[in-house]
T-cell receptor
């Protein structure tokens, strides 16, 4: 069965304290891995798509990486405005564009 | 560029009542998706349209849920009759094509009492 697991469930950081969020997946065939940010009361906001192992993408303080079994979202020197839930999702080969989401990591960055 | 629009933003109904949600995707996006997000979980795909044809509705509870996309643009999702377990946020998303990243609307929060 295809599975997406995110860890930790919740993470509390001090401003400037870098860390990483993990998304591990067990799927029959990966077409792409997606990272989204979701603020309370809002829909998920698209961040990155990764397609192959070794690929990396960056946006401001965020950097996403992909291996054959997992993806990491690295947050460098986070600020309070980075506080949100970060969702990981996979699209499977032969699965159209159907996304299977993990349950998310709730990040809180404090001053 | 305007984002995905959804209405209403909030809805409270009693069980066994019916409810409908509306979605207007980003202009030019051929693919439209409806997701259900239960509190504390990731979104779960209910139905996917390519233009006005259904691509995937394998997780749509067809005994009570229905969806349509007229003229390949706007879409409505209906629940009839609603159950308590339908309480969730219903998200609409769109993408330019089936392989592109999906862009989400703000969602409709449904509470069934």
């Amino acid at each position: 069965e295809d599975q997406v697991t995110q860890s930790p469930e919740a993470l509390r950081l001090q401003e400037g304290e870098s860390s990483s969020l993990n998304c591990s997946y067990t799927v029959s065939g990966l077409r792409g891995l997606f990272w989204y940010r979701q603020d309370p009361g809002k829909g998920p906001e698209f961040l990155f798509t990764l397609y192959s192992a070794g690929e990396e993408k960056e946006k401001e303080r965020l950097k996403a990486t992909l291996t054959k079994k997992e993806s990491f979202l690295h947050i460098t020197a986070p600020k309070p405005e980075d506080s949100a839930t970060y969702l990981c999702a996979v699209a499977l080969t032969g699965g159209g564009n159907k996304l299977t989401f993990g349950t998310g990591t709730q990040l809180k960055v404090e001053l | 560029e305007a984002g995905v629009a959804q209405s209403p933003r909030y809805k409270i109904i009693e069980k066994r009542q019916s409810v409908a949600f509306w979605c207007n995707p980003i202009s030019g996006h051929a693919t439209l998706y409806w997701y259900q997000q239960i509190l504390g979980q990731g979104p779960k795909l209910l139905i996917q349209f390519q233009n006005n044809g259904v691509v995937d509705d394998s997780q749509l509870p067809k005994d009570r849920f229905s969806a349509e996309r007229l003229k390949g643009v706007d879409s409505t999702l209906k629940i009839q009759p609603a159950k308590l377990e339908d309480s969730a946020v219903y998200l609409c998303a769109s993408s330019y094509s089936r392989g592109e990243g999906q862009y989400f609307g703000p969602g409709t929060r449904l509470t069934v009492t």
